[in-house]
């Protein structure tokens, strides 16, 4: 046997015939003509070096080698149809794998998405990486990841950024903290109160420096921490006051109180940013678009501010399924 004969379309040809049992309803079948499938068999049994079919008045039937190669054709024909299976879920974006880079404060906010596009795409895979400002801005320099979550995008080369969710930044208090009895409280007394801050270039201080820097405003008294669950803790623990994300707070805060201020909320958003000199992986794109289709079902209307249409535009539209 010569295999370098062999073909796909021979293979195809040869089973359709031993399964409709008629060399005319198979050419019927693969729109064929019935010379060219008699002519196809005549090549494959060359190739094999044996008979295949044996022609009887009842129809045809089987030889030994041609049993054999029945049996090989559907198993090769089986792995491919697999193949071709894995392939349109591949292309369609239900299997696979994609990695977004976020900043700290977004992981409050990321589970409320990942959660339900994880029960809808079971086979996707997602690898989060969580780290300050600094980075994850190093992780796009480096294009470690396919997509990323900033509060306060970044101005860079390369950098396509939608909006999704609004991010208000408020002024919070111990629960027993004389401020917060106060109906109305002024920039200045929240200034005149320790400020429990996060690290120099992050999102959350860099939108805190520049309101204030608006408002002619400076800091007097800090403390810096390494995160947000700490001045939340250090806070609620009467350490000082702080400006943070609506969505660090727990639903029940009993320990905190939101300060009323003029002038906040400090308006932010959170963004999907992607890189528009790189691919973005089906999954990827699979992702944006269940959350673009869904978000206002997971998220309370008033941080809803969806945009993803914008940075969707840029990429083709999934095939849909048969």
């Known amino acids: 046997m010569n295999i370098r004969h062999l073909t796909f379309r021979l293979l195809q040809v040869y089973v359709?015939?031993?399964?409709?049992g008629s060399i005319s309803e198979a050419a019927r079948q693969l729109h064929l003509t019935q010379p060219t499938v008699s002519q196809q068999l005549k090549r494959l049994s060359e190739a094999i070096g044996s008979p295949l079919l044996e022609h009887h008045a009842q129809g045809l039937t089987m030889t030994a080698t041609g049993q054999a190669l029945y049996q090989a054709s559907r198993d090769v024909l089986g792995r491919f149809d697999d193949f071709a299976d894995q392939l349109s879920d591949l292309q369609y974006g239900s299997k696979g794998r994609f990695s977004i880079a976020l900043v700290n404060t977004a992981q409050y906010v990321l589970p409320r998405l990942l959660g339900p596009f994880s029960h809808a795409f079971p086979d996707v895979d997602v690898t989060v990486n969580i780290g300050n400002r600094r980075q994850v801005l190093a992780r796009f320099e480096r294009r470690e990841d396919d997509l990323y979550i900033f509060s306060h995008p970044p101005a860079l080369a390369h950098a396509v950024a939608a909006r999704f969710m609004r991010n208000p930044l408020v002024a919070i208090a111990a629960a027993h903290h004389p401020l917060a009895s106060q109906?109305?409280?002024?920039?200045?007394?929240?200034l005149g109160e320790?400020?429990?801050?996060?690290e120099p270039g992050s999102a959350s201080r860099m939108l805190l420096e520049s309101w204030l820097q608006e408002h002619g405003l400076t800091m007097r008294k800090t403390l810096q921490m390494a995160s947000n669950e700490a001045i939340r803790v250090g806070v609620a623990a009467d350490m000082g006051v702080a400006v943070l994300s609506?969505?660090?707070l727990p639903n029940e805060h009993s320990e905190l109180a939101v300060l009323s201020i003029a002038g906040l909320p400090i308006e932010?958003?959170?963004q999907f940013i992607v890189r528009n000199d790189q691919r973005l992986p089906p999954t990827a794109q699979r992702f944006l678009h269940y959350v673009h289709e869904h978000l206002s079902q997971w998220i309370e209307p008033r941080f809803v501010c969806n945009e993803l249409g914008l940075l969707l535009e840029a990429y083709p539209t999934f095939p849909v399924r048969e």
């Open 16 to 20: 359709a015939v031993v399964r409709h």
């Open 183 to 190: 109906p109305n409280v002024t920039m200045e007394q929240l």
């Open 194 to 198: 320790r400020l429990l801050l996060r």
């Open 246 to 248: 609506e969505h660090v």
């Open 268 to 270: 932010s958003h959170w």
